[in-house]
């Protein structure tokens, strides 16, 4: 009953201001297509400065750029959070190939994952060809010890939603070096978790069990894995690899934070995106597109002059990509300073078409974002499920389970054609498209402001 | 009344199908993701053939193209309808330069306007810069004679839909040129309705009133265009410029047609999309997408063993760029040869994500349409307003008033960025982008064949 009472409370509230909100979106659009400035800071992002992980001369000019670019549009308060994060690199030598029975040699297009230990030389073995973690145990160390393991789920184009096909076959990349290993396999490389088939392989983090005896696990592209498939249709194929990628000891990073401060009360409205990114490409689509969102989105609202009644706050998160210590970070210090969270929005799927939120919460928080849906349909925005909000937002859950997530939903038919791989560059994002995500993010924090 | 238990009967009816289609369009989604050609023809038709004007060689290779893949699909019927079409060609002169005050010179991306007269050697003339044929016309011939008139009206970069953006300066383009001509300009440049800002002329139809004394139009690169506007607000510029495109005698040519026969009666159900296109690029994005499009909703139906009611006919029109000839006389013959046309579908704005339907009919027709709403949001399809249906099956409506039509929506963002330009290439279109495409293509004509 409260339920429905509160939805028919907000649904009336609601009618009276849509003239207004629409208006005021209208007013958020033409700033982000007319003279947004997204699409020139994604370039600067990802020019001036390149491809990010944490640990990397990149990732601390990453943080300042990221500082300065927040100061220069004097929002209420900008400032750094400190924290811990890995420091893991790929090094000078990356190089594998597939000899078959005839003496043909092929040299892949390989990448170590992320994580990997290094092969300290050359080191070789016969190809084992398996299609998850469960078939390679059932085979056991028998017949696993010695051999290169390829795992060679292939990512399921039928699925609509990439994400979910890209999670059908993610176990292979984090976990599967882990498996193999404990089975004295000699090394893996795994079909790259990628949506085309061409030549570009794709990293991605991967994990070892404490005392398990690591060796070093690789991607190779979709097309090399074809052609790998082709060959061991016909015999044996043995693989030589190798990679230097090591562990450095822990460094300190920051998130980077800029408010604009509630006129109301100290509630909290956080929204963000991840400032670090894989080694490779530019991190264009992973995660700059929501670095410049997020950050156009506050430039946006107080371009308009926006009052929020809450605390408006832009993180950009350090270390999503391995070991998320950005946003676990910021969960903890927010919860120790007692900090009044209600709402999180993160972007993190990429600089395409926006079309909607997915909403973490409860029936009534999902019921909420759903009335906007009439208002946002005129600026395409169409998808409003319950789902996932994003993985920096996500550990403040623990912490604030009653406070609602969201995360943009971005058409994610291109994104894993790019995601972790060389072709994640600035030349691949569209200006409208970011744009409008810049837009509807601006447009979905105002109307939470509103209504929360 | 009869609207609303029209609607009511419907409603009953769909529900009580609803899972069985269900399971049927997964089938088709699945087909298309998994197994589907569109891509692969499309290739061929882009690199094998190329860009495709009536007149072309190419235009002649494509027909044959057409109806040498409908007929490997091993359709009920697949035959040609004779059609006459324009012939014009561009030539090989094509140069214009703008020179300032200080004897500077640059040379434009320029590229003749489809159906412009050439220029009989070099021509030049003084800027005049306007926004409208209005503002022209209010200046007078006075000041526009011997003048080379700028049409400099910008795409409006606020607009959500980009064929709205497109629409508000195509005056320039289409009419432009023939109302300088009566205002005795030396010649008329236009900035291209393009959506970036880049080095790519965008060309496009143009006509000229009989009588006039035509002189040359031709399209300049939205980057030019922005310099020529700095150049123009210092003083004085000048510009040069060539071209020796021409009209030639009308030939002959062809709409390439295929049909699966009803099972039910006569009634048909036609959908395409144009197999011609402008002379630069290879017309990937407009229109071959919606050539491979109908082709694969066709070839999908067939496999998936899919008897329908009524016969569904795919159109490959020809001409629809610079006179639409295929379309006008597809309508005159079919309502000579007395069929009975219950519905139309177009698919003509590209390979990109499709979002839905635009449907041109009554209030019935269009709530029939939303009926499917519900089924095909699992589908990412969200879309089903009223609105174009397209310009190859618009003229069927002259004689066939009663009928539905339909344009597929398909997200336009990076539509005009493409558009009649050097960069409509395969290259330029998404595989799974397009293959849903097909695949929502595929799913419109079955429910409607089940439902009309």
Same mark, same amino acid.
């Given at each position: 009953?409260?339920?429905?009472?509160?939805?028919?409370?907000?649904?009336?509230?609601?009618?009276?201001?849509?003239?207004?909100?629409?208006?005021?979106?209208?007013?958020?659009?033409?700033?982000?297509?007319?003279?947004?400035?997204?699409?020139?800071?994604?370039?600067?992002?990802?020019?001036?400065?390149?491809?990010?992980?944490? $640990?990397?001369?990149?990732?601390? &000019?990453?943080?300042?750029?990221? *500082?300065?670019?927040?100061?220069?549009?004097?929002?209420?308060?900008?400032?750094?959070?400190?924290?811990?994060?890995?420091?893991?690199?790929?090094?000078? *030598?990356?190089?594998?190939? &597939?000899?078959?029975?005839?003496?043909?040699?092929?040299?892949?297009?390989?990448?170590?994952?992320?994580?990997?230990?290094?092969?300290?030389?050359?080191?070789?073995?016969?190809?084992?060809?398996?299609?998850?973690?469960?078939?390679?145990?059932?085979?056991?160390?028998?017949?696993?010890?010695?051999? /290169?393991?390829?795992?060679?789920?292939?990512?399921?184009?039928?699925?609509?939603?990439?994400?979910?096909?890209?999670?059908?076959?993610?176990?292979?990349?984090?976990?599967?070096?882990?498996?193999?290993?404990?089975?004295?396999?000699?090394?893996?490389?795994?079909?790259?978790?990628?949506?085309?088939?061409?030549?570009?392989?794709?990293?991605?983090?991967?994990?070892?069990?404490? #005392?398990?005896?690591?060796?070093?696990?690789?991607?190779?592209?979709?097309?090399?894995?074809?052609?790998?498939?082709?060959?061991?249709?016909?015999?044996?194929?043995?693989?030589?690899?190798?990679?230097?990628?090591?562990?450095?000891?822990?460094?300190?990073?920051?998130?980077?934070?800029?408010? &604009?401060?509630?006129?109301?009360?100290?509630?909290?409205?956080?929204?963000?995106?991840?400032?670090?990114?894989?080694?490779?490409?530019?991190?264009?689509?992973?995660?700059?597109?929501?670095?410049?969102?997020? /950050?156009?989105?506050?430039?946006?609202?107080?371009?308009?002059?926006?009052?929020?009644?809450?605390?408006?706050?832009?993180?950009?998160?350090?270390?999503?990509?391995?070991?998320?210590? $950005?946003?676990?970070?910021?969960?903890?210090?927010?919860?120790?300073?007692?900090?009044?969270?209600?709402?999180?929005?993160?972007?993190?799927?990429?600089?395409?078409?926006?079309? #909607?939120?997915?909403?973490?919460?409860?029936?009534?928080?999902?019921?909420?974002?759903?009335?906007?849906?009439?208002?946002?349909?005129?600026?395409?925005?169409?998808?409003?499920?319950? #789902?996932?909000?994003?993985?920096?937002?996500?550990?403040?859950?623990?912490?604030?389970?009653?406070?609602?997530?969201?995360?943009?939903? /971005?058409?994610?038919?291109?994104?894993?054609?790019?995601?972790?791989?060389?072709?994640?560059?600035?030349?691949?994002?569209? *200006?409208?498209?970011?744009?409008?995500?810049?837009?509807? &993010?601006?447009?979905?924090?105002?109307?939470?402001?509103?209504?929360?």
């Amino acid at each position: 009953m409260k339920s429905i009472l509160s939805i028919f409370i907000i649904a009336l509230s609601f009618a009276s201001f849509a003239n207004e909100d629409s208006l005021f979106i209208r007013k958020i659009y033409d700033e982000a297509l007319e003279k947004g400035q997204a699409h020139e800071n994604l370039r600067s992002l990802c020019k001036d400065i390149g491809a990010r992980i944490t $640990g990397s001369a990149e990732a601390k &000019m990453a943080v300042q750029w990221g *500082k300065d670019l927040l100061e220069s549009y004097e929002f209420d308060k900008v400032y750094l959070q400190e924290i811990q994060v890995p420091h893991w690199e790929r090094g000078t *030598k990356e190089a594998g190939w &597939m000899i078959n029975e005839d003496g043909e040699v092929f040299k892949f297009h390989m990448i170590a994952l992320g994580g990997s230990v290094g092969t300290d030389g050359l080191i070789e073995g016969d190809v084992l060809a398996v299609e998850s973690i469960e078939e390679l145990e059932a085979l056991g160390e028998e017949k696993v010890k010695g051999k /290169i393991v390829f795992f060679n789920r292939p990512f399921d184009q039928k699925q609509i939603r990439t994400f979910a096909a890209y999670g059908g076959c993610i176990a292979q990349r984090h976990e599967g070096t882990n498996a193999a290993s404990k089975l004295k396999a000699a090394g893996v490389i795994i079909r790259s978790l990628g949506s085309s088939t061409d030549d570009h392989p794709h990293t991605g983090s991967m994990t070892y069990e404490a #005392g398990v005896d690591s060796v070093a696990g690789a991607a190779i592209s979709t097309r090399d894995s074809d052609l790998l498939n082709t060959w061991l249709e016909k015999g044996k194929v043995r693989v030589k690899m190798e990679m230097d990628c090591r562990h450095y000891p822990e460094e300190t990073s920051h998130n980077v934070i800029a408010e &604009m401060k509630g006129s109301k009360d100290d509630n909290i409205i956080t929204f963000g995106g991840h400032l670090d990114s894989w080694d490779v490409g530019e991190g264009a689509h992973d995660d700059g597109a929501g670095i410049v969102h997020s /950050i156009e989105a506050l430039r946006i609202l107080k371009e308009l002059g926006y009052k929020p009644k809450h605390t408006l706050r832009c993180v950009l998160f350090m270390n999503e990509e391995n070991g998320n210590f $950005g946003g676990k970070n910021y969960a903890k210090l927010s919860s120790e300073a007692k900090e009044k969270h209600i709402c999180a929005i993160e972007t993190d799927r990429g600089g395409f078409l926006p079309i #909607g939120f997915d909403v973490t919460g409860s029936e009534d928080q999902v019921a909420m974002v759903r009335q906007f849906a009439p208002l946002l349909k005129a600026f395409q925005l169409y998808k409003f499920d319950p #789902g996932y909000s994003g993985v920096d937002v996500r550990p403040m859950l623990e912490y604030y389970p009653e406070m609602i997530q969201l995360g943009m939903s /971005i058409s994610s038919q291109r994104y894993f054609d790019f995601h972790h791989a060389e072709s994640d560059v600035f030349e691949n994002v569209n *200006k409208r498209e970011l744009h409008l995500g810049a837009a509807a &993010m601006a447009t979905m924090i105002y109307l939470l402001d509103k209504n929360l």
